[in-house]
């Protein structure tokens, strides 16, 4: 593992990672999410905007593996219909 720094909403992290540019993609990316939060709601600390976007990607892995499932399940179903289009 090694030493990564990012930058989150203006506030500097150390993070241990495996994968430096990874971490430092997903920090970026979070730290434009909460920007965007905070224009809307400027009222809120850092915790609260962190909960915030926490709940709002949670929302969408949700419904991202909602998603998953459907396809899974279609894809079961194309699958048999080869098998039984191949077994005549």
Do not use: W
């Not at 090694?2 to 730290?31: C, M, Y």
């Amino acid at each position: 593992m090694q030493s990564v720094e990012v930058e989150i909403f203006g506030r500097r992290f150390r993070l241990r990672s495996d994968n430096p540019t990874h971490t430092q993609k997903i920090a970026t990316e979070l730290s434009r999410q909460l920007t965007e939060l905070y224009e809307t709601y400027e009222h809120l600390d850092f915790a609260r905007l962190l909960l915030l976007a926490c709940f709002q990607r949670e929302e969408s892995l949700q419904h991202a593996l909602e998603e998953n499932d459907t396809l899974k399940s279609e894809l079961n179903r194309v699958n048999q219909m080869i098998e039984k289009i191949m077994t005549f």
